[in-house]
Structure formats: C-alpha cells, structure tokens
C-alpha cells in the first residue's frame, strides 16, 4: 500500500484514483511548514483528502484553511452560519431549504435532482473564478447515511479516448445558476430569484490544473448549460457522456461523516455530490464549510474564462 509520511504524518490512499485519509497530525495545533507541505501535496495528487477525531472550532478552521489560501467571505450566508466568522458557512439542509421560495425540503430536493446526474457539482462553478478549494467539518452527523461522494475529473480526462480528448480540448461552455432547477408550474418565487441574481461564465470545458499541469475535465451537472458552437441536442448529448465519464465509480471516492471529521478538496479537480439518502431520516446533518479564493480556469488554448452576467474576478 502506498503511504507517504513526514513528521508522523501518514498519508493512506483509500481509492485508486481519489482520496487519503490523514492521521497524525492534529489541526487544532500550530502546523509547522513540513506538515503543510505533506498536506498540500496530498490533496494536490489525491485531490480530497480526509481527517477524523479533530476538535476544531470555527476559529481553528479558519485560521487551519489560511494556512493554504485566502478564505472567501461570501456576501449572503445561510441563516445558520455563525455571526461573527465571516469565513464560514453552515450548511444544515434542513434549516435552509424548509419552508424557502415556498417549498419544503423534500420538493427542493426532488426539483434540484430530477435526474441521476444533476446533483454533481464544484462549489461556485458559475463564478468566473471558482473556489479553488473546500475545507468542510462535519459538526452533527446521521448515525448512518449522509455520505458524501468525490469524483476526480483529471483521471476522466486522462481515460477519455485520444480522439475525444482532442475534440473537447478546444470547446468551452457555459456555466450558469439554476440551469439544473426544474420550475414549478405556473408561478415559481426561485425562478424569479434566479432572474433577480444570475451568475454566468463561459469556462473552458478542459482547464489546466495551475499548479500540477494536468488537463481537467471541467464538466458537472449542476452548471453547465450549454456547449459554444454545438447545437442544443449535441450539446446534451456530449454533456451527458462526458458526465457519465466523470462520475464512473473507479473515478469515485465515499466518505463516511464522523463528528469532527474534515474533508479537504481540489474544488478545481473534482466535482462532489451531497448525499440525497438521508432526508427522510430526520436526524440533523450540520456541516461548516470554508472556501479558498481560486483564479479564472484557464483553456488548454491558453484562453481564460470570461464572465456572462453576475461574476467579477476576486469580488463576491
């Protein structure tokens, strides 16, 4: 089995393609330069790498998450995000959804996954300059359920036929919010929301890794809305197979949630799915996320993204 360490810290791959867990090191603690590089090397070849048993509290995650970026401060949170630690937003499905734009949880989630592939996503895909990674603690978590799944996109690129890879090196596409809703008959309070706040850019559909180099399938099924230069139908048609090849299962990692687990994930390499197994539970899922300022994806033509409507570079 492969493992690296430094320190006493062990690096233990869990999955072909994606994902090691991280033990020895405890991230409450001052993390000297050698455990950071340990750390950031692992996520940078893993691209989602897990720790468990840490007792962080808000302050401790963001000052860990400034360690390897710039936390985003997002303008709007959820209403059970912590006042006072503008760096951190909670996500507890339950208490955001419920009750908003006139739907309850269970119709949100049937309207926002109404196929088998929507629910993929990285986080922001619609901004010009995406998060360029996710730190998220897991607070309250299901006794069982509530897994979270990762996919590695540089690995589907690189299992793309030679042929295929060569025809969507050079096509972009555009990324925009609420293109994987499915409205309400009649009159809809979300759509007109989204009309109130769209977010679009046209981003390469392959993007270079900034830092490793390699080629990225930029693809999920909860942005992407159309392919420049194809008609409606080749564009559907393209989307779902290369979708289809992102989230093949050897490309795939699972994690299971413990209180006081983190995951830590190339937002640039990956694309993630939030569990859908656990709302008819009833048990509470609070998680605390923090975001990494990323930069504008750049083409294998060396073509930046360029924003549509509702995005600016380094301004949220």
């Known amino acids: ?21 991280i033990s020895g090191v405890d991230l409450t603690e001052e993390l000297g330069e050698e455990t950071v590089g340990v750390i950031r090397a692992a996520v940078l070849r893993w691209k989602v790498v897990f ?3 840490q007792r962080l509290d808000h302050a401790g995650h963001v000052a860990f998450a400034r360690r390897f970026g710039e936390p985003v401060v997002l303008p709007r949170r959820g209403g059970a995000s912590p006042a006072g630690v503008p760096e951190i937003e909670t996500t507890a499905d339950r ?23 929507r629910g993929w996503h990285c986080d922001h895909g619609a901004r010009v300059d995406p998060p360029a990674a996710t730190i998220l603690r897991a607070e309250t978590v299901p006794p069982y359920g509530g897994d979270t799944t990762w996919a590695n996109l540089a690995a589907a690129y690189a299992g793309l036929s030679a042929p295929v890879r060569e025809f969507v090196d050079g096509l972009r596409a555009e990324h925009r919010l609420g293109v994987g809703y499915r409205p309400r008959p009649g009159d809809d309070a979300y759509v007109r929301h989204l009309l109130d706040h769209q977010v679009a850019t046209v981003h390469p559909l392959v993007r270079v890794h900034p830092v490793s180099g390699e080629r990225v399938l930029f693809v999920n099924g909860y942005y992407v809305e159309q392919i420049e230069g194809l008609s409606r139908a080749e564009s ?9 090849q992102a989230v093949r299962p050897e490309y795939t990692v699972r994690f299971r949630w413990e209180p006081g687990s983190v995951a830590f994930w190339d937002n640039r390499a990956t694309i993630h799915l939030a569990p859908g197994d ?3 539970l009833g048990f509470p899922r609070t998680m605390h996320r923090v975001m990494l300022a990323g930069e504008v994806p750049v083409g294998v033509n060396g073509k930046p993204s360029e924003p549509v409507i509702g995005t600016e570079a380094g301004r949220w």
């Open 1 to 21: 089995m492969e493992r690296e360490t430094a320190s006493g810290v062990e690096v233990r791959p869990v999955a072909g393609h994606i994902g090691a867990e």
């Open 51 to 53: 720790f468990r048993g």
């Open 95 to 117: 208490l955001e959804l419920g009750g908003r734009f006139g739907m309850e949880h269970e119709e949100w989630l049937a309207r926002r996954r109404h196929t088998l592939l």
């Open 236 to 244: 559907a048609a393209v989307l779902e197979m290369l979708l289809e």
């Open 278 to 280: 656990n709302a008819h």
